[in-house]
């Protein structure tokens, strides 16, 4: 166990950047994970952590499972600890991870594509509902929000750890996809529930989830294979597409369920 008492001590300014900076994992090369849910989830995926960092109220109760997951623990003041933290109340404890690097695109994993989804909790969600429903690769088009960062980690809730991650992507880059597009829309193709009760919804597919204010991109949409709408009989105009994206991804779970 390694005792820090400085806030200028180099690791302590890296976990500040990396709780309170959206892109700085992609700097570092490091991602922070905050709080025992997140390093359960993380734990229970087989994902090994670099290092492990608790408040020091909560060191000498931390269970083995936390103070020996890492080839290295650091202790922080709890007041220390607390000025790394981006929560309101601090989690007393987190991991450091290696920070994913991938840019292979799996060819004939069902995913879901996020073309420049910005809001963090929005892009979150949808992981979320991805990893529940079987959808194990998410690749995001630049302008997406960060898939790492501190906010998009927490609304995933360890969701992360069962998926394939690429992000940075370019509309070409989709080329590699070996499957349907199905493109969300809210004026033409059938509706979802028409395609779910006819059987007619491909998998594996890749489902396509636009921008909160402009939707799928022209350039993604017209190389769809399936446009599809979702029947609003409450007389709204639009869904939230992390909303939008639970309905969609659901039913391509269960259409083809006996």
């Not at 001590?9 to 959206?22: E, G, H, I, M």
């Not at 109340?89 to 910005?118: C, H, I, N, W, Y």
């Not at 992981?127 to 960062?149: E, H, M, N, T």
């Not at 709408?229 to 006996?258: F, Y």
Request: one cysteine or more; charged letters at 20%.
């Amino acid at each position: 166990m390694n005792l820090i008492t400085s806030r200028e001590n180099p690791l302590v300014k890296d976990l500040r950047r990396l709780s309170q900076d959206s892109t700085a994992y992609r700097k570092l090369g490091r991602v922070w994970l905050e709080g025992d849910h997140l390093c359960r989830a993380a734990l229970a995926r087989g994902v090994k952590p670099e290092h492990a960092v608790f408040a020091e109220s909560l060191w000498a109760t931390a269970p083995r499972e936390w103070t020996q997951a890492a080839e290295r623990n650091t202790v922080l003041p709890d007041a220390l600890f607390a000025e790394i933290s981006s929560l309101e109340s601090p989690a007393k404890m987190g991991f450091v991870l290696a920070a994913p690097t991938s840019k292979e695109v799996q060819p004939s994993t069902p995913t879901v594509v996020l073309d420049r989804v910005q809001d963090a909790g929005n892009v979150g969600s949808i992981l979320r509902s991805a990893s529940a429903f079987g959808f194990k690769q998410v690749l995001a088009i630049k302008g997406s929000a960060a898939l790492w960062s501190p906010k998009v980690l927490r609304a995933g809730m360890g969701a992360h750890f069962g998926l394939h991650l690429v992000e940075g992507l370019s509309a070409d880059d989709l080329n590699a996809l070996d499957m349907p597009w199905v493109a969300t829309s809210s004026h033409q193709g059938p509706f979802l529930h028409t395609l779910l009760a006819q059987a007619k919804l491909p998998m594996p597919c890749a489902w396509l989830m636009g921008h909160e204010g402009q939707g799928v991109s022209a350039a993604l949409a017209d190389r769809a294979a399936l446009h599809v709408r979702i029947a609003q009989p409450g007389g709204e105009e639009s869904l939230n597409v992390a909303s939008a994206a639970a309905i969609c991804l659901h039913a391509s779970a269960t259409c083809h369920l006996g």
